[in-house]
């Protein structure tokens, strides 16, 4: 492990994908994180993981929020973005003192409460969305947030489908009543296989993108080149119908939330949920029936405070 004090970190992205099978694009997405913290170290003239303290560690949190951001036009990494670069860091520290040194410090774990990874879900008010939606122009935008918003898959997952990934039915619903259903499979975090819905009025929105098209192009969403449409594509697009909007940024993610909060919100089971998800662990999901709650006790206090006396 001696290599390991000069931030040589390949053993640790080989633990990231063979022990906790993370995708490659996890893998791609710590090994960034933890090259920047390697030139940070540099810069400041530091050569092995033991010279890191709690100072080493506040002046690259002062870096990060006074670095340029160009991608959002504004100067500074959000607070989820330095949080996201210190986790990774951590979880690197931790990983080298497991594997021989247990006598290096972690100074990560000490830091301020307000510096560590917020993962309570954000879904998108239902205004802000509803306004968002009203400012598409095209076919394509309108049938991509669609498909996020009816299905809850990540970006990763979206980027994926085909023409093909999505099957169309039709079936009875539980009045007798005739409906029709989509439905596939992706390939999610850790390469496991899920499946997923969507409704009929995203793929009506669907078959409207896909009348447009001429080309062969198996991919689902294309780019202006009729191209795969990128991850950083489809962020872009939102990002320019919030600045159209006046919005900040929202992070194309909270559509997830928002899915899954829409369907807390209408009573879905826990478990179901957990499925639909393709949340590995049950506490992420209760997350959002916590919040379901939240949102009853703000709509209580609400009536309560406007009625007399």
């Known amino acids: 492990m001696k290599s390991e004090g000069k931030m040589n970190f390949g053993s640790f ?10 995708t490659a694009e996890t893998q791609k997405a710590y090994r960034s ?3 920047q913290f390697r030139d940070f170290m540099q ?34 990494l959000s607070d989820a973005s330095i949080a996201r670069r210190l986790a990774a860091v951590s979880s690197y520290m931790e990983f080298v003192r497991a594997s021989g040194r247990p006598n290096l410090k972690n ?31 095209n076919a394509r935008d309108r049938a991509l947030f669609a498909v996020f918003l009816a299905s809850g898959l990540r970006l990763s997952e979206v980027h994926q489908l085909n023409r093909d990934s999505i099957r169309v039915e039709q079936e009875l ?45 198996p991919a689902l969403f294309l780019s202006e ?22 919005f900040k940024h929202i ?5 997830r939330h928002t899915y899954a909060t829409r369907l807390a919100n209408a009573g879905i089971e826990s478990m179901i949920l957990k499925d639909l998800m393709g949340h590995s662990s049950f506490a992420t999901t209760q997350q959002y029936f916590k919040l379901t709650d939240k949102t009853i006790a703000r709509g209580y206090f609400a009536a309560m405070e406007s009625l007399p006396g």
């Open 251 to 255: 992070n194309i993610h909270r559509l």
């Open 225 to 246: 080149r009729k191209q795969r449409m990128s991850k950083r594509a489809m962020e872009w697009t939102l990002g320019e119908l919030c600045k159209k909007a006046g």
């Open 107 to 137: 100074p990560i774990k000490n830091i301020p409460m307000k510096w560590r990874r917020n993962r309570e879900p954000k879904p998108i008010e239902e205004y802000t969305l509803d306004f968002l939606l009203s400012g598409v122009t």
């Open 13 to 22: 992205l080989s633990h990231l994908a063979i022990a906790k099978q993370y």
């Open 173 to 217: 619903d539980a009045t007798g009543k005739m409906r029709t259903v989509g439905h596939g499979e992706v390939v999610g975090k850790g390469g496991k296989r899920r499946g997923f819905f969507v409704t009929e009025k995203a793929l009506l929105d669907l078959v409207t993108y896909l009348r447009e098209r001429s080309d062969k192009n």
């Open 43 to 76: 810069d400041e003239g530091l050569t092995r993981i033991e010279q890191v303290d709690a100072a080493t560690v506040n002046k690259y949190i002062l870096a990060m929020r006074h670095k340029n951001n160009p991608r959002y036009g504004r100067k500074g």
């Open 33 to 35: 994180d933890l090259e």
